[in-house]
């Protein structure tokens, strides 16, 4: 029997937010307490902040108490840490802020990691075993193990600016008892004007989205050595199609609303979809009011106002996002790769953006339409292993992939789980945290690393 728990956390909101950190570190040993895994992944986002490289020092923390509680928490002989941590989105042509942490327990399993540059599988060996000292990050220059990862930013002509930030990803591939499989760490660009976003389907934002997901899968598919099993997790930023719905509020339930097309950059910048009976809006707004959320004075819980960071249907649609299933005809970029990548069923709401320092925990903030942008998705021959029989029997569970942290505050992504048995022969625990917090650490680094740790942060 194989346990595997996977963890993906976008940090950026929190990383700056230590007051966060308790709820997200208990997350953390709930689920290592509750499924002690043989073996478990974190992969993280945004690890320097939202803000680029401001939080350096602040992600030092974060990680030593993360592994301090992962030490207490958890029996595993062996730790792989992989932290592009340095640099910029500006100055460093590599930098992605992504984090990648994997955790075996070698006693029980073979674990061999795969050389992208030797094309081979290395066992897990003190060969490619580093330690950290000094009490801080920093860069591990000839370590064996920096062949076995394959880290890249897309290419910049696949953003939508044309020019490349920290977008990218990490992959690494291990053959665990024979079975092979690869992990990648991802994040994905974002949508940064609603405006455009509103326009038309898909946008450009989400066909940028779609040729870097295509050539990330173009990549994995040209080294792929035979019986390959991939699963892709972190931040997609996909979105929904939000011409439909606006469409859908305009002549469904909320008949009685009316959508006014402002472009930005002329007499308003501005999209209010409000009751019909309202004063429209003043006519001479400038780009700087894209940026403020301006409300109607007649009826404020039925007001919509889209503008470049301000998008606020809350009033409208409080209770559709609670309730995802009609909204989840609007998710529609993930089809687009339906033949390579396969997800469990969407039962929870949108998983972002929530309030990241909100006392109430169901709150989106008013900046983007709420959107299922994090993600577990794997090929179909893997997902096929994870599904249990037509026919349950006592040893196997029901699949489940579902949202924690229902009820707190997580910064602003939410928190998932997804869990399920394959065959009796083997079985997967997948769980997935989409909002995870720093921490500070209370011993030196040489105390926190017991263990045999490969540390990698470039």
């Known amino acids: 029997m194989l346990t595997c728990l996977l963890l993906t956390s976008n940090i950026g909101s929190l990383i700056s937010k230590p007051h966060l950190e308790p709820e997200w570190m208990q997350q953390i040993c709930d689920v290592l307490a509750g499924t002690q895994p043989d073996i478990f992944a974190i992969h ?46 500006v100055d460093d042509p590599e930098f992605t ?14 674990i061999e990691s795969w050389d992208y540059t030797a094309c081979r599988f290395v066992p897990s060996t003190d060969e490619i075993v580093r330690h950290i000292s000094n009490n801080q990050l920093r860069k591990t220059s000839g370590s ?54 509103v326009k038309e389907h898909p ?20 080294d792929r050595v035979p019986g390959q099993h991939v699963a892709i997790f972190g931040d997609f930023n996909f979105r929904l199609n939000l011409p439909a719905l606006l469409e859908r509020l305009r002549h469904g339930e909320q008949a009685s609303l009316s959508l006014e097309l402002l472009e930005p950059g002329g007499t308003n910048c501005l999209h209010p979809l409000a009751p019909k009976d309202c004063e429209p809006y003043p006519a001479s707004l400038n780009a ?4 403020q959320l301006l409300m109607s004075d007649c009826d404020v819980n039925r007001t919509v106002i889209i503008g470049r960071r301000v998008f606020d249907l809350h009033g409208i649609l409080a209770d559709h996002w609670k309730y995802s299933n009609d909204l989840l005809s609007f998710d529609t970029e993930v ?38 942008c994090d993600r577990i998705l794997f090929s179909p021959n893997m997902l096929a292993k994870l599904r249990p029989p037509i026919e349950p029997s006592g040893n196997t569970c029901p699949v489940t992939y579902d949202m924690l942290a229902k009820d707190s505050t997580v910064g602003d992504h939410k928190t ?25 650490p209370r011993f030196t680094w040489e105390q926190r690393i017991r263990k045999k740790i490969s540390f990698l942060a470039f």
């Open 44 to 89: 993280l986002q945004e690890i320097n902040g939202q803000v680029g490289s401001s939080h350096v020092s602040r992600l030092e923390n974060f990680l030593g108490t993360l592994l301090e509680r992962i030490h207490l928490e958890h029996s595993s002989q062996r730790g792989f840490i992989i932290f592009n941590s340095e640099g910029t989105s």
């Open 97 to 110: 802020a992504l984090g990648s942490m994997y955790w075996f327990r070698t006693d029980q399993h073979l």
């Open 144 to 197: 064996h193990f920096e062949t076995h990862l394959d880290q890249r930013r897309f290419p910049a002509d696949m953003f939508p600016s044309g020019i490349a930030s920290r977008k990218g990803f990490i992959r690494t591939r291990w053959r665990i008892d024979g079975c092979v499989v690869e992990f990648v760490n991802i994040h994905l660009f974002n949508d940064s004007d609603n405006v455009i976003s």
């Open 203 to 222: 946008s450009i934002y989400a066909q940028c989205r779609a040729r870097g997901l295509r050539w990330l899968m173009e990549l994995i598919n040209s």
């Open 288 to 291: 700087k009011t894209s940026d």
């Open 335 to 372: 089809n687009v790769f339906a033949d390579q990548l396969k997800e469990l069923p969407i039962t929870f709401p949108p998983s972002y953006p929530f309030e990241a320092d909100s006392s109430d925990p169901h709150a989106y903030a008013g900046t983007r339409c709420p959107a299922w």
């Open 416 to 440: 998932f789980r997804s869990l399920w048995h394959a065959t009796p022969e083997r079985t997967f625990y997948v769980w997935q945290f989409c909002n995870l917090g720093r921490s500070r």
